[in-house]
């Protein structure tokens, strides 16, 4: 199973600043399988970025993803109010699919 | 627009059987292209793959859930379900269902449902 590892736990910034959140993999995640998704409170998670950096539908591009291997990024270049919420990465090239145990990322 | 809801008990006795049912409605569960799944959360161990199901009825488990999960799919009725055997505490959570791809990930979820495993 891979295990992934998101830092830091908690991000806490000002609406505008720049947020980078980070996830490791155990193992090298096949073909880049990886997707970071959104969760507020009382709503299922929401897809952001799949394949690594590539957008889903309708997600503004203030969001980015990259990475390879076994370290991936998620960076919201400037941070709107709506952005707070806990983020978690997601690999699913490997069976068991497995999510990173999440980034809340808060009003500082 | 592509929407899954999910309906079943919200509370289940230890040792009975969780079943959930997940109805797809804006499109056709009958597409090659994906597949449908069970996640659920737990404020302790977080989000949790149960596992999915193609519409060809093939199925792919957590090994961690593997003995007690079976995951089906009823294309006439466009939907599927998880039974979920022996259940204890531990299996309290939000069980979400969600559509995936080996391309995006998991795209569309439906808004959860919260199950209670108490006597």
């Known amino acids: 199973e891979i295990v992934l590892t998101q830092s830091p736990g908690t991000l806490s910034l000002s609406p505008g600043e720049r947020a980078t959140l980070s996830c490791r993999a155990s193992?090298?995640?096949?073909?880049?399988?990886l997707a970071w998704y959104q969760q507020k409170p009382g709503q299922a998670p929401r897809l952001l970025i799949y394949?690594?950096?590539s957008r889903a539908t309708g997600i503004p591009d203030r969001f980015s993803g990259s990475g390879s291997g076994t370290d991936f990024t998620l960076t919201i270049s400037r941070l709107e109010p709506e952005d707070f919420a806990v983020y978690y990465c997601?690999?699913?090239?490997?069976?068991?699919?497995?999510f990173g145990g999440g980034t809340k990322v808060e009003i500082k | 627009q592509l929407q899954l809801q999910e309906s079943g008990p919200g509370l289940v006795k230890p040792s009975e059987t969780l079943s959930l049912t997940c109805t797809v409605s804006?499109?056709?569960?009958?597409?090659?292209?994906?597949?449908w799944g069970w996640i659920r959360q737990t404020p302790g161990k977080g989000l949790e793959w149960i596992g999915s199901?193609?519409?060809?009825?093939?199925?792919y488990y957590n090994p961690s859930l593997k003995s007690r999960v079976t995951i089906s799919v009823d294309t006439s009725q466009n939907q599927f379900s998880l039974n979920l055997r022996s259940v204890t505490a531990a299996d309290t959570a939000v069980y979400y269902c969600?559509?995936?791809?080996?391309?995006?990930?998991?795209?569309?979820w439906g808004q959860g449902t919260l199950v209670t495993v108490s006597s």
């Open positions: 969600a559509r995936g791809s080996g391309d995006l990930g998991s795209d569309y």
């Open positions: 804006g499109g056709s569960i009958s597409s090659s292209s994906y597949y």
């Open positions: 199901i193609y519409y060809s009825g093939s199925t």
């Open positions: 193992q090298s995640v096949s073909a880049g399988y």
């Open positions: 394949g690594a950096s």
């Open positions: 997601q690999q699913y090239g490997n069976s068991p699919l497995t």
